[in-house]
């Protein structure tokens, strides 16, 4: 089987050759920059330096296609991207400096590699209302966000060795809702204010 015959047979609940593999292809399930360096002194792959989101202090390597190919990774990744702006925010602030997300989230470097959602901006809201006025909500409609999607989905199409797989940023639902309150204040709405979780 070649890798999109692999994917497609699971998720046709068949059995695969082989369990399909996926690495290196998101923050979840990325190898981190040192990891990634040593690893490309043992294949002797050249390690190209970037890394996923253009957040070299979240240190998630973007392993080459080579390096892809060398751990059989099963799928390509199809990512959205921060808006335009939100990069350019990043990129001109002081190194190390808490990394500030298109939510209005900051996250906060803990130790090498270790970042973690630690300013929330919508800790203090208490109603629906304060949520409706809140000015921080990112613009789904900024099309840098997804400008890449079709080309490089289409890429990936055209080669029919690979599934694709959409990869978005790293929070889903709920852990968007513990960065944007706090997990204990987010915790505490689900149980007191259910309306407003």
Known sequence: MNSRERVRT????????????????SNATGIKSGVYEKLCRITGIENTGKCIYDWPELAT????????IRLRTDVRAVPDRFPEGNYQLNRNRI???????DWGVESIETGP???????????DVTSVDELDSYTGWPDMQDPYRVGNVRKEAES??????????????LMFPFER?????????????????????
């Open 156 to 169: 990936i199409s055209t080669d029919s060795t690979y599934s694709s797989i959409g990869i978005p940023w």
């Open 177 to 197: 809702a513990c960065a944007l309150q706090g997990l204990d204040t987010f915790l505490m709405n689900m149980a007191l204010r259910p309306d407003l979780a």
């Open 10 to 25: 699971v998720l046709d609940g068949g059995i695969p050759d082989r369990p399909p593999i996926i690495v290196g292809v």
């Open 61 to 68: 390597a973007l392993p080459s296609e080579e390096m892809l």
């Open 113 to 123: 590699d270790n970042w973690i959602p630690a300013i929330h901006p919508l800790k």
């Open 95 to 101: 190194p190390h400096s808490n990394y500030i997300d």
